[in-house]
Structure formats: C-alpha cells, structure tokens
C-alpha cells in the first residue's frame, strides 16, 4: 500500500518526532552521513532527531518494494547517483520511508535489532556535503538586496541597473570551495584599496560577512544547445538547502569592475547537510511578486514558483550566546527559482545533475529583515549590538554564523535544519 | 639510459615527423583519444602525425622501465589520475618515450607488430576532452584586450578600471559546457537591447564572436585555506592548451553589469586536444612586460613567465577557404600565469586538478594582431574582409574558427595543434 505524502498532512509516525522538529515524516530530506568518524559516508534521510540509514534499510529488505537498477546508490558518497535515477524514484523512496516509519506499520516499529541498525543520532553522525557540485551559479533576485547594495556601491538615487527588472542577474561561482556546515571558514587575506589611500594594500579583510541564500540542486541534465521553458522547470529541481554565500565586501568593492565578485567570494561558501525535495515543499508554494515591467515571453510564468519558507540569521561570538540579526523570508524573491532556470539555460547552456543555483542574497523590505551585514548595518555605519554587547559592523574572529530556515502553516511544519560555520583567524 | 630532454633539442625520432611538425620528440603533450569511433577512450602522447597509445605501450611491456603506482590512469576516460601521479611520473614518461622513440632505438622501431599496436593515424583518431575540469576561470590578463574593451563598452579616454594594473582581474566561468576541438557550437539565444529600442528583445545573438586565448591546466592540488606563491606555481601547473572563449557581444553588453559576464560566455567554450608540458615549453620563457606601477609583494616575481607562442586564428566560412584574421602572441601578456594561480590562492581559494585557467583574450599592440572580432572590426564599426569577398563584422552561419599555436626557436618548433569549431545556426 502506497500512500500519497501530499494527502496525509497529517501521518505521524511511531518515531518520536517534536512539534517543532524541521525532519517530520512528511519533509524526509536526503544527506550523506557517517554513522561514525570512520565509518564511510552512505546516503540518508532524517527524520525527527535521527537519520535513516538507506544503505542498511536496503540491506535488511525493507525497500524491496522499490525497484532500484543500483543499488549501489545508497553506497555512494554524493547522492548524485541516487538523483539520476530520476524523479519516480526519489518519489518511491520517500513513499516507501512513509510507509515504514507510519505510527500503524509494526514492521520495523516492533523490530530492535532492525532499527538499531537503521537509526542514527542525528547529533551523533558526521555529515557530508550532499552533492559533488560540478557548477555553482550565483543569482541575486532580491529586489531589495540588489536596491541595497546598488545603493552602497553605485548610485543611491538610481539603485538598479537597467537590466535587472528585466532578466534575473547572475554569476558563475566557486565550486570546489563550497563546504557542509560546521567546516571552519578562515577568514580571507586580499587587496583591498580604503577610500583614504592612494594605492591598493593587502591583508586580512576587515570586511567579512555572511549572505544568507538558498539553492536548488539539479536533478535532471540537460544537453549543451537544450533550453529549459519555466513551465519545465520543476522536472530538472531535485530539492533546496540553505546557502551561506560568504563575502568580503572589502575585497570585492575593489576588485568586482567589470567581471564581477571573484576572491570576495571563492574562498568558501557553505550548505546545510539536508536537501529537501520539492514535492515536501510543495504545500507551501505562492506567488512570485509581480514583476514590473511585464518579462519576456521565455521568462513568463504560470504557477505558483517562490515558497514561504521563514529564514533566520544567528551570530554567536566565541563563548558567547547567539544573536538573531536577521528574520526574512524566501517569498519575497523578484525572480523565482523557475525563471532563473528557463534564464540559464535559454542560450543552450547545459546542466548537470548535482549542480548548485543559489537566490542570491535573501532580503526583505524591512530594517532588520536584510540577509547579510552589509545591508544590516548599511556599510558599516550602522554597527549592530549583540546580545553580549559587543558590536559588529562585521564579522569577528570567533563568530559562528547560523542560517536556519522553515515552513510553516496549519501546524505543519518542513524544515532545512541550519548551516553554520565558525569564523577562524587569517592564517600566518 | 635515461635522457634529459632540454638538453637534447636537437634529438630524432625513427619516427619519420615533418620539419614543421608541432609534436617533435621534444613536445610529447597528453591527451585522451579513442583509436576508434567504437574504442574506448585512453592515454595518448602526439608525436608527427601519430598518437602513441600509452595504454598499448604499458600493456606490451615498454613502460616497465618507469614505475606506476597504478597503470589504470593510462585506461581512464581523463588524465586526471595520471596528473595526479605527480610531476616526477610525468617526467618520467616523457623521458621513457623520448628513449623508445629516439632514432638510434631499435626497440620499437623494429618491431612492426608492436608498432600497428601502439601508433595511431592522428587524422583517424577522436579526441576527448583531455581532462575533468572541475572548476574554471578566465581571467583578463592582456592590456590592449582590456583597453580596447574598456574603450568601446565605457570610456575611450580612460578605458582601464583602476584595479586593472594592481592585479590580475578574472571572473569564474562555465565548466560545464567547455568541449573538445571539432565540437558543432550553437549559436545562442538570449536577451539583448539595441540601443535604438526602449524594451530588450530576444532572438539569436548578433554579434557572436570567438575570444583567442591560451589556458593552463592544474596539476597539483591545493587545501582550502592553501595559497600558492608566485615561486611556486610552476610545481602547481600541468601543462597549457588553446581556448577559444566563445562570446556573444550582444548579450554580454546587456547583461555583464554588475556581476560580469555570464550567458555571453557559457553557451560555449573549446580547447585544443593536446596539454603541452611546462617541461617542453621551457626553451620558449621569455620576460613578462614592465608592470607599473609596482606590484603589491604577493605578486612579485623573478624569473621568466611569459611564453613566446605565436599564434593565429583562420575563419574558414562554409565550402569556402580559410582566411587568417589575426596574429599575435602570448608574450604580451601583462599578467603571467603565475601571478594569475598566486592571485587566485591569495584568499585560501583551493585548486584541483584539471581546473582550467585561461588567459583571456590575447591582444596585441598592432591592428591585425587583436585576439577577437570586437576589437578587429571595432565593434562591428570596420568590417574584415574575407578571402572570398564576404565580409564579418561577427560571425556568420557556417563559419569554422580555428585557433592555432606555436612556439619557435632555432628550427625548434613545439606546437598546439589547433582547437577548431564551426558555428551552427540558431537552434528553431
């Protein structure tokens, strides 16, 4: 008996599962995790506060209800094998996790041995990143964000480019320096020139800040020459996580003319451990803003393509409690993840499964609401107090940033879990 | 007997290898190939007009004189294994075929079975791109290109941003869609705003145009928070290849604000078949020009890092002859590579093997001697004249554009081969 995760808001299941966990049974996101710091990385999903180790599931039987050509997907250490089997079986998978972990299903529920073997502290294992990241691209579709910074950076009175009402702007980025949450971020030496000085110096950057993004993780390639229409979209988006776009606003004022951010940005960027699939965020779609002027026929849309899903920002200094900087939310994007889609590939630029798309810093239209420090504290002028006291304009040595993000509605609630990473010294 | 080859310039090969050859015994550059449409894909070393097979090589005993931790690098379907190898293996087999294939060897050369079994036709073989590239940047490191660029698309009395002679300006790029030589390009769609319309429009890009550049490949990986030093990039770089980085002017004028060019650029780019070693291209070091003003220390040099490579590329339009549009070198460069991998590290940035590194386009001082059709036909402003009488002010339908390379010194010829493309029409 197969059911439909969609049509059962409300299946709980025989794991105990807080009120407010991000992992119920209706989100089931996908991770790489160690059971130990030895142990090899396997393909999981969390549920609750445990992970669900698919390689043992598979082993001891339980998904023999799912037809897999490989089994040896659950073995990998990426899940991009696992996301090229396609969408029908990302779909199983999760039906069959349903069926398994449903409050009124004893098969595994009345087997100890079997869920010793299956289930893991989420607490207790090591995470990976998710995905071998073939290509990162950077977009940066919040009105108000781009507003903000084009303000700071350019001209206060005429913030946006011409183009960008008219095309979702964006840039390749870093691949091979994006990291899982909980890798320590060094802070970046670099040329910087400070207004009051005649020529460029280097050093540590006194600038450093967090973006706070999400992504989509592809989940269907595409051929070089072949476009993706919005109205495709969805067949080629595995899922989303949180993205930390790490910055250094002194390091890119300097050098972004005319090719764009490049060290600013490419020595670290960081996910959270879970991608969660589209269809667990399918309850919680709405609107995109609308769009002014009217868009392009090959970037027109109908549906419901940005998500309501609540994101948060905590810094917490060394030895110190956490301050929330920041509260926003996905929906308020200009440019929904569909377009970015359709807008990438229009020109036949092709697509591999595993490859990142990040929003772009997430800001909304209130003080207090914007995704990074720069925007925060307009500069540097205006420094924020943490709960401790002590200010910041920017980053200090020490700091752990924490993005966190959910939805939420009629109690039912899917979440990310967090992507945070601690702030190291420059190096010698 | 091992031999060293920069001390043997003038050393034969048994193999007969035209005068004007660019894969003397002396070259030896690695590649991926496939004997047949139907074989596998394997190791290959250019020599004359052949493609000696190292994975035939190893199988019938020759190699055994050089140590292989793991012969499989030799079957793989990139060279990324056998770079990883490290720079004392690649030496290594450099010199061994050096010794099997020098004149005065009886070893191969009288023995005709093993020859059918080892050498094949490079004009019957398919090349493969030679390397997994996980990451690539192109960088903008040419002054009359920057110049020239800045001069139409910002301010001709001021055409070079301030940053551009304090380091060395780069964006990242597409990985995905960089294809071998011989590959078909699209010509792609996307939005452009003439300036005579008030709305963008879309349709196929006007103004395609090839960029002539040359690109290094890494052969030695770094550790996120690693910087590599300008002394020490020569141990960090496997080789350098031909790159065309094809653009799409009116695109890239529309949309490279603020964050740089992005579908312009990755719709496509191609690289020649062959990474020339550092090791053969060493007779070729020449002196990177004056930089002024002075360099901050981290990009300080000594040494030669400039290359004398002569180079051309020839726009061939469909069933007509081929007319060689420019020629130029990449001794210009203000900005050596090594400048370029100790800029890129500066932040922790870390590298892997088979990232590519390109040096944008390569312009020189003279007209006639501009690496693209921007800065030849000024922007469309003074058409080229083709040998059959048509004119370009970008490309057209049909035209094939090769890209070829060359260094030369007292009858010491050590080539690139070629990366060549033909421009297909837009997609319906």
Redesign the interface.
């Known amino acids: 008996m197969l059911v439909n995760i969609d049509t059962f808001p409300t299946l709980t299941s025989w794991l105990p599962i807080a009120a407010d966990s991000d992992f119920p049974l209706q989100n089931l996101p996908f991770g790489i995790f160690s059971p130990s710091a030895s142990a090899s990385p396997r393909v999981g999903v969390a549920l609750g506060d445990q992970v669900i180790d698919l390689s043992a599931l598979l082993e001891l039987g339980f998904m023999d209800e799912v037809y897999f050509k490989d089994p040896s997907v659950f073995y990998e250490q990426t899940l991009n094998d696992f996301i090229g089997l396609g969408q029908d079986t990302w779909r199983a998978v999760r039906l069959r996790l349903v069926e398994l972990f449903r409050a009124d299903n004893p098969t595994l529920r009345d087997n100890e041995a079997a869920k010793a073997a299956v289930l893991f502290d989420q607490n207790k294992v090591k995470m990976h990143l998710p995905v071998h990241i073939?290509?990162y691209t950077d977009f940066?579709s919040s009105i108000e964000h781009a507003s903000n910074v084009?303000s700071m950076?350019?001209d206060p009175s005429n913030p946006l480019?011409?183009?960008w009402r008219?095309?979702p702007?964006?840039?390749?980025?870093?691949?091979?320096?994006i990291?899982i949450s909980g890798t320590p971020i060094?802070r970046?030496?670099?040329?910087t020139?400070p207004d009051n000085v005649e020529?460029?110096?280097?050093g540590p950057s006194q600038a450093l800040d967090f973006e706070l993004e999400m992504a989509f993780v592809v989940g269907k390639p595409t051929q070089?020459?072949q476009?993706v229409a919005v109205a495709e979209a969805d067949a080629h988006v595995f899922g989303f996580l949180l993205f930390n776009d790490w910055s250094?606003r002194d390091?890119q004022r300097?050098?972004?003319?005319?090719?764009?951010?490049?060290?600013a940005k490419?020595?670290?960027s960081a996910v959270s451990p879970w991608i969660v699939t589209l269809d667990a965020l399918a309850p919680f779609r709405v609107a995109t803003p609308t769009q002014n002027?009217p868009v392009?026929?090959?970037l027109q849309f109908d549906g419901l393509y940005n998500f309501d899903i609540h994101l948060e920002v905590g810094i917490q200094p060394e030895n110190g409690a956490e301050t929330i900087v920041t509260r926003t939310n996905y929906k308020y994007m200009y440019w929904n993840y569909a377009q970015q889609l359709a807008?990438?590939t229009?020109?036949?630029?092709?697509?591999?499964i595993g490859?990142l798309y990040a929003s772009g810093t997430i800001s909304g239209a209130e003080k207090g609401s914007n995704g990074c420090l720069l925007e925060l504290t307009w500069g540097g002028k205006e420094p924020i107090t943490l709960a401790d006291g002590s200010q910041r304009k920017y980053l200090a040595d020490g700091d752990t940033v924490a993005i966190r993000g959910y939805a939420l509605k009629n109690n039912h609630r899917i979440g990310f879990g967090e992507v945070s990473n601690k702030l190291l010294p420059a190096?010698n």
Chains 1, 2 share one sequence.
Not at 188 to 191: I, L, T
Not at 199 to 202: G, I, N, Q
Not at 254 to 259: A, G
């Open positions: 073939g290509d940066y084009g950076f350019r480019l011409p183009n008219h095309l702007v964006a840039y390749h980025g870093r691949a091979s320096s990291v060094r970046p030496k670099g040329q020139k020529m460029p110096v280097f070089m020459g476009s250094a390091i300097w050098e972004y003319v005319p090719l764009g951010p490049f060290l490419n020595f670290a002027p392009l026929p090959y807008h990438h229009v020109n036949g630029c092709n697509i591999n490859d190096a």
